[in-house]
């Protein structure tokens, strides 16, 4: 069973959506992205899932949700917060820190977090600029910004769709 078919039975079942009603809003899943497939993704069967509008607006929708239930209610702060406090306190000649309680594997994690997106950017950045500098080499200015005969793509989009992603 592939993803969409999961994605429609759970969608029939729990909340009482009929896909094949053509004035649903997800009717016609089969061919939801507005741009060709890039060759040589990972996971292709879930392009026209991902690309569609409707997946970054569900899936910001969980997110809230998920901060929403899990965040504490009151007590602890961020670590921006709690390193702005101590800062503004700091600054007055206030002792009393309200300093965040991140453990040191916490703190490991955030930064191997921001180095592999640190290093995923440059990546993506070396990939782009380079498609850029091909398509301007071998089209005029118009057309290699619009993608007439859509050769651009082919490369651009390889690294747009994982950018794409990323942002996940």
Not at 89 to 101: F, M, P, R
Request: charged residues 15%; aromatic residues 16%.
């Amino acid at each position: 069973m592939d993803a969409l078919q999961i994605f429609k039975d759970l969608g029939s079942r729990h909340l009482g959506l009929n896909f094949d009603d053509a004035r649903h809003i997800f009717h016609n899943t089969d061919n939801w992205a507005i741009a060709p497939q890039p060759a040589g993704i990972l996971f292709p069967e879930y392009y026209d899932i991902l690309v569609n509008w409707r997946t970054p607006i569900l899936a910001a929708a969980l997110y809230i949700i998920v901060v929403v239930a899990l965040n504490p209610k009151q007590g602890k702060v961020s670590r921006v917060v709690a390193a702005d406090n101590a800062a503004k306190a700091t600054a007055v000649g206030d002792n009393k820190q309200d300093l965040s309680q991140s453990t040191p594997f916490i703190t490991a994690l955030v930064f191997v977090h921001n180095t592999i997106l640190c290093l995923y950017s440059a990546w993506t950045f070396h990939g782009m600029f380079f498609a850029w500098k091909k398509s301007f080499e071998t089209h005029s200015f118009m057309d290699a910004i619009c993608d007439t005969d859509g050769t651009f793509w082919d490369s651009l989009g390889y690294y747009a769709y994982y950018f794409y992603i990323s942002k996940y």
